[in-house]
């Protein structure tokens, strides 16, 4: 089974595995990124934390407090001037399909990190390994998907596994939650809630409840949406791995 090329053998094992590998990609930036380390609603004990830390290393090579300065100053100037990805700004077209090249921008301007990714990690691990080296990890993980798959599937899958974030993330969420969709609360942006089973991407479907109420731990406003981000949040709690400050009735 762990033989080279071993998981390629039927066309279905890669298709599951890029669906649960993004979903826990998706799960780990949402609760990790988004709403522990940007808006500080849930605390994660370090047996949590760090293998979700480890995980956007492997998939993603985001560092922390570039993700979180740059959506910081996402709400700071939702659909205004000064936005780093409006769909309103920018057209939708051009976040959908250049996303991440507007999220690289913005964390390039000078005093951007200094000024709105104050409060990340420091810690050894993201000094020397997470923030230091954050290209060695997509590295890794190619290596880790050609042993896996074989030389031509393992490619195909790591490449699906590096524009899955740049693509829903940066795209689908920043573009089209706000863009399309339905309003829970008539807020000062345009954001929208893209469907009310928050599933696929985690909870982040739930945009225009999240930008209602940024510093809730739950995206979830109606008896009809479901946050799976959520409920992770509750299970991890339950088993005292996480710790929520703040989270709307």
């Known amino acids: 089974m762990w033989r080279f090329g071993s998981w390629a053998s039927h066309w279905w ?10 979903h826990l990609t998706n799960a780990c930036v949402t609760l990790f990124l988004h ?3 940007t808006h500080r609603s849930v605390t994660f004990h370090s047996l949590a934390a760090v293998p979700m830390r480890i995980w956007l290393w492997l998939t993603t090579s985001i560092v922390t407090k570039e993700w979180v300065a740059c959506h910081r100053k996402h709400h700071a100037f939702a659909d ?4 780093p990805h409006s769909p309103l700004l920018e057209g939708l077209r051009n976040i959908v399909l250049k996303g991440a090249f507007y999220y690289r921008k913005a964390v390039q301007q000078p005093g951007v990190l200094e000024k709105y990714g104050k409060g990340t990690p420091n810690d050894w691990l993201e000094r020397h390994l997470l923030a230091s080296r954050n290209i060695l990890g997509i590295c890794l993980m190619l290596a880790i998907d050609l042993y896996l798959f074989g030389f031509f599937v393992g490619a195909l899958v790591w490449g699906v596994q590096m524009i899955w974030i740049p693509f829903w993330a940066a795209g689908i969420i920043n573009g089209v939650g706000h863009a399309l969709g339905y309003r829970n609360f008539e807020v000062k942006d345009e954001s929208r809630n893209i469907s009310p089973i928050a599933i696929w991407l985690a909870g982040e479907e739930l945009h225009n409840n999240h930008h209602a109420d940024p510093h809730s731990a739950k995206f979830k406003a109606k008896w009809y949406e479901f946050d799976i981000g959520w409920a992770y949040i509750k299970l991890l709690s339950a088993i005292k791995l996480a710790t929520i ?3 709307r009735a």
């Open 245 to 247: 400050r703040y989270a």
């Open 80 to 83: 205004r001037e000064g936005d």
């Open 13 to 22: 094992i890669p298709v599951i595995f890029v669906i649960i590998a993004g």
């Open 35 to 37: 709403r522990a380390q």
